[in-house]
Structure formats: structure tokens, C-alpha cells
């Protein structure tokens, strides 16, 4: 079972790219009006909450053939997955940021940054956890993580994604490593 920080850290941790995302549509708007930071809250904060949702369907569906070996594979997908942030946060240019301004490229960009959450979705159909309040607090966090980027974007831009992306990355590499302790030491 997770415990209630646990949770805490994946929701943030999810919720970096979305974030990041934002800033770049904050920084790109003519103004930052509280709608329009809502709408790109809202998008991101619903896309970001059904992708665990629908990872951890696919990994229950998988989970009896793997029972053995779940451990590693819930650890090697949340250390890829922290590892490939961390690298996109220190290999890309500011100018590099997509931001496309039409509602489908707002809706494209949630589901490009919410793969992430599908793929840990399916490491935790390993775990013992309530992954419907686990997909809610990602998506509550992205809603609002999300709307305070779009809002913050006119002002810091993408100087502070970086450092974002790279604790989020090492957030994710902790939690599999962790995993990976728990069931290695209790069996």
C-alpha cells in the first residue's frame, strides 16, 4: 500500500510535463487569462487522470502472467520513465518548447505529456494500491499544476522547467527503487 506522501510525490511527479507545458502556452499567450489557464488545467488535469487508469487495466490484464517478476518490471518502467525525463530536461532548448496555441494541439500536448502516467498506470497494476484515488490525485494535481503554469507562464517562461523536470525524474527513479527494496527485502 502507498502511503498518502507517496501518492504526493507520484502525483507531482506526473504532473511536471503538464506543468512545463503550460508554461510554454502562459508564455506564448497574448495575456493570461484565468479561463483560458483553466481550460489548459482542466484538458491536462482529465487526460492525465484516465492514463493510469487505463495503463493499469492493461497491466492487470498482464499481471498474472508476470506475478513473479512484477517487482523489476514496475521498477524499470518508473527508472525509465524518471531517466527519460531527466534527459529531456537537460538535452532541450528553450526554443525547442512545442506550443501550439487551437484546442487540438492543447489536447495532443496533454496526451503526448500523460504517456509518462500510462506507462507507471501499468507498474502499479503490480501493487497493491487504490488506483482510482491514485489517478485522481494525479489528475487534481496536473488540473492544478497546469492552470498555476499557464498563469506563471507569462512570468518565468521555461527558465525553472528544467530544474522541475530533473526532481520529478529523480522523484520517479526513488519510488522504483523503493519498490524494488520492499519486495526484494521481504521475500
Not at 48 to 53: A, K, W
Not at 100 to 128: E, K
Not at 130 to 139: D, H, Q, S
Request: aromatic share 6%.
Amino acid at each position: 500500500m502507498m502511503s498518502a506522501i507517496t501518492i504526493g510525490i507520484l502525483a507531482v511527479s506526473m504532473s511536471i510535463d503538464a506543468f512545463i507545458a503550460s508554461l510554454g502556452r502562459g508564455a506564448d499567450a497574448k495575456r493570461a487569462c484565468l479561463r483560458r489557464a483553466l481550460q489548459t488545467g482542466m484538458v491536462f488535469g482529465v487526460i492525465e487522470t484516465l492514463t493510469p487508469l487505463i495503463g493499469w487495466v492493461l497491466g492487470m490484464a498482464a499481471a498474472q502472467y508476470i506475478a513473479l517478476f512484477d517487482h523489476w518490471i514496475a521498477f524499470g518502467l518508473l527508472g525509465a520513465v524518471g531517466l527519460r525525463m531527466i534527459l529531456q530536461a537537460l538535452g532541450r532548448k528553450p526554443e525547442d518548447q512545442p506550443r501550439p496555441a487551437s484546442s487540438w494541439g492543447l489536447i495532443a500536448t496533454a496526451v503526448g505529456t500523460s504517456i509518462d502516467a500510462m506507462a507507471v498506470g501499468v507498474s502499479l497494476a503490480f501493487l497493491d494500491v487504490n488506483i482510482l484515488l491514485i489517478a485522481l490525485t494525479i489528475g487534481l494535481a496536473t488540473t492544478l499544476m497546469s492552470t498555476a503554469g499557464f498563469m506563471a507562464g507569462r512570468v518565468l517562461g521555461s527558465r525553472f522547467g528544467r530544474v522541475a523536470e530533473v526532481l520529478g525524474g529523480l522523484a520517479l527513479i526513488g519510488l522504483g527503487g523503493t519498490i524494488l527494496f520492499q519486495h526484494l527485502s521481504a521475500g
